[in-house]
T-cell receptor, first 115, second 113 residues
Framework: DAGVIQSPRHEVTEMGQEVTLRCKPI?????LFWYRQTMMRGLELLIY????????DSGMPEDRFSAKMPNASFSTLKIQPSEPRDSAVYFC?????????????FGNGTRLTVT | AQSVTQLGSHVSVSEGALVLLRCNYS??????LFWYVQYPNQGLQLLLK??????LVKGINGFEAEFKKSETSFHLTKPSAHMSDAAEYFC???????????FGKGTRLSVIA
């Protein structure tokens, strides 16, 4: 299995631009999670989906952030407009068990830099 | 709500020495507990998990952790550190319900030759 695939690996953009991060979960996994990692705040859960339906988006910092999961094999996290404080590493993870007994499988992340 | 506290943001050990990374949890119900490892420029990988079976859990790469309810702890240990163990380690807790894992802030392990 190829694991969780995220693209791009690195993204550099200017403040005010739209940014779209992409994720392909492991085939057969029914839960998908978006995390943000920074030095100051550590690993924060932004939103998670179960069977393509958003379950909890309380971690999404502002209305500038939105996430979609149009089908079981694809999800996007969009930031519009982007700001320098959005600079972080964004991880996507998937799991086959919403009760969290099964482990999360993480992608290698997208390093976002907003100048 | 559940939470975890990892004591020490950075731990440094000599190669061959004991590794001890500390994690204390807070949960209103018997928790599931996990340790993950993150190597540079990679995502997190599962090291081991506790789901209410044996209190001493063995994981990959020679790591193990012991669940101690009386101390609300789940410390990670390895008898002999190897250079390849240098990474960031995260403790995480779940309340067994339909809620995602809550991660600690992480502990960076350095191994000195």
């Amino acid at each position: 299995d190829a694991g969780v695939i995220q693209s791009p690996r690195h993204e550099v953009t200017e403040m005010g631009q739209e940014v779209t991060l992409r994720c392909k979960p492991i085939s057969g996994h029914n839960s998908l999670f978006w995390y943000r990692q920074t030095m100051m705040r550590g690993l924060e859960l932004l939103i998670y989906f179960n069977n393509n339906v958003p379950i909890d988006d309380s971690g999404m910092p502002e209305d500038r952030f939105s996430a979609k999961m149009p089908n079981a094999s694809f999800s996007t996290l969009k930031i519009q407009p982007s700001e320098p404080r959005d600079s972080a590493v964004y991880f996507c993870a998937s799991s086959s068990d919403t009760r969290k007994v099964s482990p999360l499988h993480f992608g290698n992340g997208t390093r976002l830099t907003v100048t | 709500a559940q939470s975890v506290t990892q004591l020490g943001s950075h731990v440094s050990v000599s190669e061959g020495a004991l590794v001890l990374l500390r994690c204390n949890y807070s949960s209103s119900v018997p928790p599931y507990l996990f340790w993950y490892v993150q190597y540079p420029n990679q995502g997190l990988q599962l090291l081991l998990k506790y789901t209410s079976a044996a209190t001493l859990v063995k994981g990959i790469n020679g790591f193990e952790a012991e669940f101690k309810k009386s101390e609300t702890s789940f410390h990670l240990t390895k008898p002999s550190a190897h250079m390849s163990d240098a990474a960031e380690y995260f403790c995480a807790v779940s309340d067994r319900g339909n809620t995602p894992l809550v991660f600690g802030k992480g502990t960076r392990l350095s191994v000195i030759a």
